[in-house]
């Protein structure tokens, strides 16, 4: 089954704390994404990869990293999480950029 | 500057009413535009794409390029249409593409 998987699905953590949230994608697309939802603010973009080692700051990049050392993975790493990093997370691909997104289920981050 | 417009933010209509989700785009190139739907704890998918003219559980929508909008539109509203339903605008940055979004608007659908 094609399929966006991300992990954890919840995570509540502190301040400062470093934590990784993994996205991997069995489609073989070339164009993956991160998203944040907060209410009132839609879906705005963290960082997007158009192929592997190919990565790009989309709208509110700052506090975040990510890497794409192979196709199917985009990890969001959090280096020193704030609380206003707490939001829902999707990740997302495409065969390429622009193109419908397959989404994953989300990840709902509390930062404490 | 390309920019997503949804007016409303949230929207209510009766079970069987017509209901229109308005979308606005500005961009000056030829545009692909999307609707995605989130049901409640569901992921975003998408609804439909203006390319494929298409009617998906209901739905249409037309692109008019001389009002720039996309709006999304269902004769009668089902309750199982309640969700949060999004625009986007697929445009061309240089040699690459972009996928900006509108903020959104949560439709109600009471019984």
């Known amino acids: 089954e094609a399929q966006v998987t991300q992990n954890p699905r919840y995570l509540i953590t502190v301040t400062g704390k470093k934590l990784t949230v993994t996205c991997s994608q069995n489609m073989n697309h070339e164009y993956m994404s991160w998203y944040r939802q907060d209410p009132g603010l839609g879906l705005r973009q963290i960082y997007y990869s158009m192929n592997v080692e190919v990565t790009d700051k989309g709208d509110v990049p700052e506090g975040y990293k990510v890497s794409r050392k192979e196709k199917r993975n985009f990890p969001l790493i959090l280096e020193s999480p704030s609380p206003n990093q707490t939001s829902l997370y999707f990740c997302?691909?495409?065969?390429?950029?622009?193109?419908?997104?397959?989404f994953g289920d989300g990840t709902r981050l509390s930062i404490l | 500057a390309q920019r997503v417009t949804q007016p409303e933010k949230l929207l209510s209509v009766f079970k069987g009413a017509p209901v229109e989700l308005k979308c606005n785009y500005s961009?000056?190139?030829?545009?692909?535009l999307f609707w995605y739907v989130q049901y409640s704890r569901q992921r975003l998918q998408l609804l439909l794409r203006?390319?494929?003219?298409?009617s998906i559980k209901g739905f249409t929508a037309d692109l008019n390029k001389g009002e720039t909008s996309f709006h999304l539109k269902k004769p009668f509203a089902q309750e199982e249409d309640s969700a949060m339903y999004y625009c986007a605008l697929r445009w061309r940055a240089g040699n690459n593409r972009k996928l900006i979004w509108g903020l959104g608007t949560s439709l109600a659908v009471n019984p």
């Open positions: 997302a691909s495409s065969l390429l950029p622009g193109q419908p997104q397959h």
């Open positions: 203006h390319i494929s003219r298409e």
């Open positions: 961009y000056s190139g030829s545009p692909e």
